[in-house]
């Protein structure tokens, strides 16, 4: 039995005893503890250090609105820093490391900082560090870096997996204490979808640590029959150790499981936290109401608590936090803590009450010091005594550890998620949720409901008017019985006077209540203001217990009500959720699908190197034994090509087919270029633009029959030109007549180039494919020998005799081996993109290197493809505007080095020779560049201001991020056969 | 003579080597079925719509208004092709798609709870009937699904995304141990 | 929204399944009408806090563009339309 | 009262208690030179220099909420000047440099950081887009580097090098880029201006923009009815409806951008750090919280709150480019409504209305351009005359032809 456990008591299984350890230190708890009650256990209160003034700081808490003790669990790629001790379940071989301490949590250097306070005040670095400059980021910046911040983010690959899950309800119940438990109970009985989440590991929520029975047993024997008989039916689903964490538009929640995070060794089957996001016809926030904590001088030495926590701790876990226990109260919850210990033999040293009169019932021999306040504690890592002011009088009450007591906030975080403000209540001296209509109710100690048979009683009440509203028969049902009740009150009490050391407000960043005097004086009074200059509940715990007291002393401080200085605005995550949660498995090499062509396999037995290209994998280049650099591969590829023939996948440009009487109108309205007479049996070169006027994509139009069309786009613009294309059919001109699909999916496609492709291609095509019967740009079906059918387009993106083949996508792979059979007398080779950007470059079509989104078809060279008579077509009217006609655009060009050793790199940009470099001497930028293997040296393709007049000029190559500046000659972009003689023979 | 062509499956480097025996949960990969897009002439759609719905020939999945897929396990994609055209009789465009897709059949009790993982409809049989389908997505992947049965589900997937919509359900599935092989 | 969407035909979906194109309220001018026509359909937008009339695309399900009708301070939405059945209804 | 360590000093030995107002709550007059609407960065900036260097200091700020409660409260604290187009690059540069001296200029620490701003490049084609990028910037004078793989390795070892599903090739580093205390800029400004003899009137909401023979002369608030010289609107994220009230309609739709916050860690993240596999940034505030955000949510939206759907997404990218943040918490989320303009560049310029001038379409890039926009702003309204690095931002550029589409997505603006 470890120093502070109690005898007996408590639902901690006693039979199970944990071994974890604590800044090394090996301890031992039980199974049904949380970290923070087996440290409590074993005298550990002490277990962090303050993040501005590294004071020492104890666990005040029970649950996730703990400020201070915040560990790294864990330890490698495992390490969970910032980690809650009040919510970690405990496990065996659990590790746990205090956090923002040097070298050790009894002795902190960093602590140092407290005694130059009084110059630390709120802001102060706004006012200094200014001098000298050079010494803020060499030296001030750097230090308060180091200061500041909490645990330490390992940053290696984490080994565990999340994953998410959708979740659809008629009801869901945030909190699974007495309201919650009943609200299920009512829905689930009246057989409406159910989801129940508690972020707690076992659901009861106050039930666990009620010493109220209930039915004339335990609360927390309700608590578990009540989960019993939910887990029974079939239309309720039940989630511990799920933290509702964000409340968005539609009734959608958001919430984090943690699957396997008290799991010794998780199984690999299991994600270690998993999001749901649930969407719910209506919720029930049954959250409950935090305890305030009081703000009073030297509130946060450790073993000063909430005094629910003390509770809690003896009841649910049956730990003591102290022996002789002092109360500081404003109200009858105090008292109840006191009771409770008592009961549990630990010893009461007196209860401080702030009010000058209360019927409270103090145990029995236990001093009662009214109309009092505390004003001071004393003792270093643990508390052990309070200062106490009565009619200026004070006197010192000897204690290990302090309950305070400062009324109730309920928790309503998720309700004021969507914009919608708290609204004060005089009444209940808090600020209780906004109506936020239908989707969203609220019940229990959460709606400012105290009493156990209140919440319990709240609880059914609503969930029965939701049965109804969704139209399922509430099952009539008696309440529970609980004893005898008195409605718990408070007196608020912002700010305990009289204070003779600092008192805090937010605990974790050490703000204190004259940080928010100094806000105020310094004009900073608004709400946020005082948050953002003072950063008061801005930490980790987002001011769960802080807020509202720091609301309250501005209130006071400007002499105001609560209800004027509102709130600042509460925003998801209720709690801190994982990265990885959110990520769930969308990451490394699944951050995105992959797609793959039907040629893949194909590629890869040829050994091609693959390249990402959008959610593809392509085939860059074909290595063959004894080439080092992509550079050989390549240059061999392309001249093959333009020598023999090689065969390419370009299965991955989007296909589209059209069909109906208005597809021809259509495509004529979409491209810039007339479609209308594109004869049955022919393809055409298309030019697609932006309503605005500059080029959107390109590809080619195909007309298989009189209403049926092929129309192909690039890689990269496959989905967008589809959405375009249903955008325009289905919005601008839904009258027309057409249908068309994608079959991208369908059809496996091979670029056939070379002077000897179509000797290749002849020994595997039936039909005849002589010049004369399938010319430049004729399209068709053909069938292959041994059957199948296929599609044949004589289309040529390399400037040679090309042909591109497609068959059904099975079949892929086999037909382009027929066709490496085929080839193989004619030394075919397999190519990849590079080598054809290569083959594009020298015959200078331009690219989406080239097209950009502010390039023109003028620019680009492609003027002609531009249609002045037709009327209208997507980009027309806007093309005409002044500046897309100006005569000093840039316009697309070729470069080639002057000195033939050179080579021009793409991104470079282009300088009068002579001129000094700036942004109005820019000339214009390389868009593409590669080494010609034909011409033997570089060449590329570059945007120059009124280039096509430029032809013959000598240029500079401006490339300063690689410190490289090359003498170029400016030329047409086509360095290859500018007649097409090759490509029509 | 198509038949000297090997028709390869999307998935055949996914699924190479002895099949195992299937498990409880279980995902069955369509080996050849035909699939083909009709489209609706504008107009027609109705008159398709009951004409399709009518056939029992194949099944029908609801994709868009005036669109949908029609699947057949016996026939061949043209013979499937013959079918539909007979019952459209020029009311519709008949458009392959065999080539284009890879159907996913995923049976076996917790089947709902592996999908919920990556699809956001509401997969309750009040909301999702045997017999339901419609496009939607699942993880990243837009895919055709339909509810075959009360614990038996199809999802229909381009064919380039196949392999990685296969690793999705097989991730999805892990919790669960699902098994999966060629239909067979 | 920012959550969900009912698509006329497809039911209750999730934003992911769209993808949004922008104000639907606008109509494409003939293309003999006048510049200034042209530069306020492709470049001014009323933008109003409150009601707006925005296309979203259900790609990932039927891949009809929807006239959505929605707050853009509540982000209640209003209605969902078909975008073909919108402009055939608007005289487009 | 002059900031110094020494004021620090003084005042923390007279118990605090002399602190002054930063600024002082002023009710407004009947009648100013220049009427600012939005007390904002911009509208702050621009009061601030209309005072200092162009002597019109009869100034007011108008601001609806609280001093700071729009963008400049909200944002990702990102300060660069690494733009591509000759529209754009002058402009950012020239908000740099001012930045460089703003603590010195305002006696406030707005605690600017320059720890470099990386862009990663994930292909070839990428890579070129940033080289183009980076020669664009060295036209312009302003320091650029190519980072290569190995390079990046050595400097940034916690990136994905290994199982990026879009491979880590390096980067585009802009050393003096960095990050800066937001709230401080506007609180730095507003003083600034405030010693000026601004005044700045916190709570008062114009309501409506009164002309009288075509020619503005006040606007109607909250507070009652203000006459003015000339009008300022620096309103961004509310634009449309201030333009509105005088009939202006613009290229302009707000839309949501989430960002977020991590709980503090010790330092370990020591540059900007942007993914260029998506659309990820990331960088740590030297209170330790790790501050990132991504892409606008995609519908236009007046509502400052972001959906949960693009939150998951950002955090996808997030732990693909840096694997070891998954075990990190994610503290907060907040959302800021965005001018987006139609070609993703800003708006400064005169407005066909007499005496009414426009600051707006900041889209992401609103807080870098703090001080350029309250500057060429200043100049704008006191000279009547663009500043020189603000040429290409006028409102004809439509119209003309002369889009700065940096991200050449063309008029839809939620693509840029």
Known sequence: MTAYRLTAGGLVDRSRSLSFSFDGRPLRGFAGDTLASALIANDQILVGRSFKYHRPRGIVSAGSSEPNALVTIGSGARSDPNTKATVAELYAGLTARSQNRWPSLGVDIGAVVDLFSPFLGAGFYYKTFMRPAQLWERLYEPLIRRAAGLGRAVLERDPESYEKSWAHCDLLVVGGGPAGLMAALTAGRAGLRVILADEDFRLGGSLLSETQPIDGAPAHVFADRAVAELQALPNVTLLPRTSVFGWYDDNVFGAVERVQKHVAEPSAKLPTERVWRIVARRALLATGAEERPLVFGGNDRPGVMMAGALSTYANRYGVAAGRSVAIFTNGSAGYCTARDLSAKGIAIAAIVDSRAAAADAAPEGVRVIRSASVVDTRGRLRVSGLVVERSGFEELVACDAVGMSGGWSPVIHLACQRGAKPVWSEALSTFVAPAVGGGLRVAGSANGVYTLSGCLGDGAAKASAIASELGFKPVQDVLPATGEETDPSFTALWYAPGAKSKAFVDFQNDVHAKDLGLALREGFGHVEHAKRYTTSGMATDQGKLSNTNAVGILAGMRGVSPADVGTTTFRPFYTPVSFGALAGTARDKHAASVRKSPLHEWARKNGATFVEAGLWYRSAWFPRAGEKTWRESVDREVLNVRANVGICDVSTLGKIELFGPDAAEFLNRLYSNAMLKLPVGKARYGLMLREDGFVYDDGTVSRLAEEHFLVTTTTALAGGVMSHMEYCSQVLWPDLKIRFCSVSDQWAQIAIAGPKARSVLQQIVEDDISNAAFPFLAAGTVTLKGGLKGRLFRISFSGELAFELAVPAGFGVAVADQIMEAGHAFDICAYGVEALNVLRLEKGLPTHAEFDGRVTPDDAGLGRMVSAQKTDFIGKHLSARYGLTAADRSQLVGLKPVDKEKDIRAGAHLLREGMKPSTLNDQGWVSSACFSPVLGHHIALAFLKSGRERYGERIVVWDKLRDQEVMAEVCDPVFVDPENARMKA | MIRDYYNRHALDEKLRGAPRPAGVNHLAIGHRQAVAMVLAHAGEEDTVQQVLSSATEFTVRFSAPGEWLVVSESDTSEGLQRRIDAFCAGRAYVVDQSEARVLFRLSGPSTHRILAKGVGLDLHPAAFATGASANALCGHIAVNLARTGDDTFELIAPRSFAESLFDDLMAMGREYDLTAAFAG | ?92 | MRYSAFSIVKNALSGNLNWKPQWRQAEPKSHYDVIIVGGGGHGLATAYYLAKEFGIKNVAVLEKGYLGSGNVGRNTTIVRSNYMLPGNEPFYEFSMKLWEGLERELNYNVMLSQRGVIMLYHSDGQRDAYIRRGNAMWMEGVAAELIERDQLKKMIPFLNYDHARYPILGGLLQRRAGTARHDAVAWGYARGADRHGVDIIEHCEVTAIRRENGVVTGVETTKGFIGCGKLALAAAGNSSRVGEMADLKLPIESHVLQAFVTEGLKPCIDHVIVYGGGHFYISQSDKGGLVFGAEIDGYSSYAQRGNLATAEHVMEEGVTMIPGLSRVRVLRSWAGVMDMSMDGSPIIDRTPIDNLYLNCGWCYGGFKATPASGYCFAHLIAKNDTHPVARALRLDRFARGYAVDEAGAGPQPNLH
């Open chain 3, 1 to 92: 929204m920012a959550s969900l969407i009912t698509c006329p035909h497809c039911g209750v979906r999730p934003k992911e399944e769209f993808s949004i194109r922008g104000d639907a309220s606008l109509v494409r001018p003939a293309p003999t009408a006048s510049d200034e026509a042209w530069h306020d359909y492709v470049y001014v937008r009323a933008n109003p806090r409150g009601r707006t009339l925005e296309h979203w695309q259900h790609v990932a399900g039927c891949r009809r563009f929807l006239v959505v009708e929605r707050d853009t301070f509540t982000h209640e939405v209003h209605s969902v339309t078909d975008g073909a059945v919108f402009a055939r209804e608007n005289g487009r």
